[in-house]
């Protein structure tokens, strides 16, 4: 698979180094993997990655946005790559059988199950994982070198 075409998704914890821009090395790989998802459209996120992030940006942020500049951020950055909607039963269902099958905590689950759900080849976090296969789905570090 090349992964420079895949469909991939992006977990809460990259967008966040792209946002902080700390460190500087991990904040550049994020920026590069957000713009190409956008340009590209080949990115994916879902609307549990844009409440986390939002509530990251707005309270948790070493430096927090200004409202106007979290709406800034959503609309220009988040919304583009939002692809997975919310409320589906169905995403419930598949994040609780990846809870079981594979351990990881509930919201974590989502997430996988998102990334599945959009059909997304890789699935990018500092969290999970590296190199696990989960059906289609490989998840990689991409601050791994």
Request: with cysteine.
């Amino acid at each position: 698979m090349n992964s420079m075409n895949a469909k991939f998704f992006l977990d809460t914890n990259v967008i966040i180094y792209a946002v902080e821009g700390l460190p500087a090395s991990k904040s550049d790989v994020a920026e590069e993997f957000i713009l190409r998802g956008i340009k590209d459209g080949l990115g994916v996120i879902s609307y549990q990655v844009i409440q986390e992030c939002l509530n990251a940006v707005t309270r948790k942020a070493r430096i927090a946005l200004p409202l106007p500049d979290a709406l800034d951020f959503m609309r220009n950055t988040l919304e583009p790559l939002c692809k997975v909607f919310p409320g589906s039963t169905a995403l419930f269902e598949a994040a609780l059988g990846v809870q079981g099958r594979y351990k990881y905590s509930f919201y974590d689950s989502l997430i996988i199950a998102a990334a599945l759900e959009a059909g997304c080849d890789l699935l990018y976090s500092e969290d999970l994982h590296h190199g696990q296969h989960i059906g289609r789905l490989r998840i990689e570090n991409p601050f791994v070198t």
